[in-house]
């Protein structure tokens, strides 16, 4: 079995990490190239940075600041937002992203990811889904940050990129995102079922239980988080001690 994945997200706006609770109230969370250092020398698995204002503000993803990140960490490295087009992946790939996270344009024009995985293989390319659960009981796709609502639900989209050519998914719930009250099983187990790709859990991580859950009953292959380890509420070896305990594989 895959060991299952503790990945630590750097949302950046305006050159610093940033963190708000379900994509609102933003607050400041520390220098990135500072924070993903920490990271790498603590344990994490994975480290993701997404510039999280750059298709609102119809711009390219920071790929100077990417390059400083990537130059003091030894861990893989996932960078997005803005990213529209082979050239930007290549910009940043050439700055020292080994994977594209790509979201509003792909779902916008889905030949991209297509494109993308022939360009440089699926493992490169991860199709991140922002998806918010309406009155409904749906789950919804949405864009632009969180900002613009679709029609099309999470589970559809998500079986098309991976049909597509995406290598992994990414599935942020807005509803869950910030709270610290556990990650979104049902969504994120019924994508990974639905899927042959893995699946990253994001949205929700406030205790080690709820790592636990993820793994286990939302059938999660990783699990990000970004507050708990940025104001260091969970420590990344001990959550990994508690998990291997509970009979999950995880590197140590």
């Known amino acids: 079995m895959l060991a299952k994945r503790i990945i630590a997200c750097l949302d950046i706006k305006n050159g610093r990490t940033v963190k708000g609770v379900n994509f609102e109230n933003i607050r400041d969370a520390g220098n990135p190239v500072e924070l993903g250092a920490l990271y790498a020398g603590a344990g994490i698995d994975e480290l ?45 790939l050439q700055n020292g992203a080994d994977k594209i996270a790509v979201n509003s344009a792909a779902f916008k024009n889905p030949s991209l990811i297509a494109n993308l995985a022939k360009e440089f293989g699926s ?64 969504i994120t187990a019924a994508v990974s079922n639905a899927v042959s790709i893995p699946v990253i859990a994001s949205g929700g991580g406030g205790s080690m239980e709820h790592f636990e859950a993820v793994f286990k009953a939302g059938a999660a292959d990783a699990a990000l988080a970004a507050s708990i380890f940025h104001f260091k509420e969970i420590e990344v070896h001990a959550l990994k001690s508690f998990l291997l305990d509970k009979g999950l594989p995880i590197r140590l």
């Open 48 to 92: 993701v940075f997404l510039d999280i204002t750059a298709t609102n503000e119809k711009r390219k993803t920071l790929a100077d600041l990417a390059k400083k990140i990537a130059a003091v960490i030894n861990i893989p490295f996932t960078v997005g937002g803005g990213v529209s087009s082979i050239e930007d992946v290549r910009v940043l």
């Open 123 to 186: 493992q490169c390319i991860v199709v991140a889904i922002d998806t918010k659960q309406e009155a409904d009981g749906q789950w919804y796709v949405y864009l632009n940050g969180g900002t613009v609502p679709t029609t099309t639900t999470c589970l559809a989209w998500a079986q098309e990129a991976a049909i597509l050519g995406a290598g992994e998914i990414l599935l942020t719930s807005m509803n869950h995102d910030g709270t610290k009250a556990g990650f979104a099983l049902d």
